[in-house]
């Protein structure tokens, strides 16, 4: 916008600097430049009023942070945990002053200093309260001997995934405390460094072993895509299907490499299963339904409105399940069983499209009844 502005500034100077036209395209030239660079005009103001209304609410917003701190710094703080707690308060008013854009010209730098004194006086307290603890090392070695405690507690776990993550956060929790007196420095360290040691030495030698694992697990599916793929598509049902998905899932995981193309030969293996199920049940329940359109117009047209709104509404109510279902998705995702969780909702959701998709296939049936009526 502002450089339109500037642009339509150098038209009308080139305007200027323009000779004189017939008189019959004066007038009408210049309203039609006129028009347009009004437009411009009123535009560029606008921009400049959206950007006035938004550094006038950035100032409010900063002016709340400003309040904030000051009353952070009002409280008293009497023990370290207090302290931590102001602290991630502070920290989280610092992270969203961040995210806050420039307040109007005139208030900007006075809001900034305001806040920044009012951080500089809380971090001024922090320091001179702890600089006047004469047993700092002391709590930094009681610190340290409960990472060694915590440490030592899940050495031996097989949640390699986990533990794992567990161990390297309580290592950097320990890079963050201060020293501790020096004549428990090195034993307290080497205890928990033995902790961590028994640990990943325990995950390395479990790993070594996965990788034959895997590949025999790799065999076992493929063995189980050549069943499926083998199966007699016109006794197919939807119990089969199933017990493939189970069987499938109880084999566990393969090598990493060939996870993605494992996965897509066997969803295309039961989306053919599922589709040769759908095509044969269709059929069969398609004939009874007929018949049912038959019965049901010999009853009267009452009866049969009343069978389309049965099963329109059953339509609206499986397309709510589908949409509860595929969200459901989502929140399996970082379980233990996720894979069998999400076979198991996927079946449900192709079972309950196949049944949206019969549904319809009959109010179009009645409808085209009804149409032939007419």
Not at 60 to 88: D, P
Not at 237 to 259: C, H, L, M, N, Y
């Amino acid at each position: 916008m502002v450089s339109a502005f500037h642009s339509l500034q150098k038209l009308h100077d080139e305007w200027r600097e323009i000779g004189p036209v017939a008189a019959e395209y004066k007038e009408p030239l210049w309203e039609r430049f006129k028009e347009a660079s009004s437009r411009i005009n009123r535009r560029h103001q606008q921009h400049f009023e959206e950007i006035k209304q938004e550094q006038q609410q950035n100032l409010e917003l900063k002016t709340k942070l400003c309040e904030q701190t000051e009353e952070l710094n009002a409280t008293a703080c009497e023990s370290r945990k207090e302290w931590n707690k102001a602290s991630e308060k502070l920290l989280e008013i610092q992270k969203v002053w961040k995210t806050i854009g420039f307040a109007p010209k005139k208030e900007n730098s006075r809001i900034y200093e305001r806040f920044r004194a009012a951080c500089d006086t809380f971090f001024e307290r922090k320091r001179n309260y702890y600089s006047g603890l004469k047993d700092q090392m002391e709590d930094n070695l009681a610190l340290k001997t409960q990472i060694c405690e915590q440490a030592e507690a899940i050495m031996n776990s097989d949640d390699w995934k986990t533990t794992g993550d567990h161990l390297i956060e309580l290592q950097r929790r320990w890079k963050e405390i201060g020293p501790v007196p020096r004549r428990q420095s090195d034993a307290v360290w080497k205890r928990f460094r033995a902790a961590c040691d028994t640990f990943f030495e325990r995950k390395s030698a479990h790993f070594s072993s996965v990788d034959s694992e895997h590949k025999e697990n790799l065999s076992l599916k493929r063995a189980l895509l050549d069943e499926m793929a083998a199966f007699d598509l016109s006794g197919i049902t939807f119990d089969a299907i199933k017990e493939f998905q189970r069987r499938w899932s109880e084999i566990g995981f393969v090598p990493i490499k060939q996870k993605e193309a494992i996965q897509k030969q066997y969803k295309e293996v039961v989306d053919k299963l599922f589709g040769a199920l759908r095509g044969n049940e269709r059929e069969r329940n398609f004939d009874k339904f007929r018949n049912r359109i038959s019965t049901l117009k010999q009853s009267g047209d009452k009866r049969l409105r009343y069978e389309r709104e049965r099963l329109y509404n059953k339509v609206k109510q499986l397309e709510a399940d589908i949409a509860t279902l595929e969200n459901n998705i989502g929140f399996f995702a970082g379980s233990k069983n996720a894979e069998s969780l999400v076979a198991e909702v996927r079946v449900k959701i192709a079972k309950a499209k196949a049944d949206m998709a019969e549904a319809i296939k009959k109010v179009q049936a009645i409808d085209a009844e009804e149409e032939k009526q007419a």
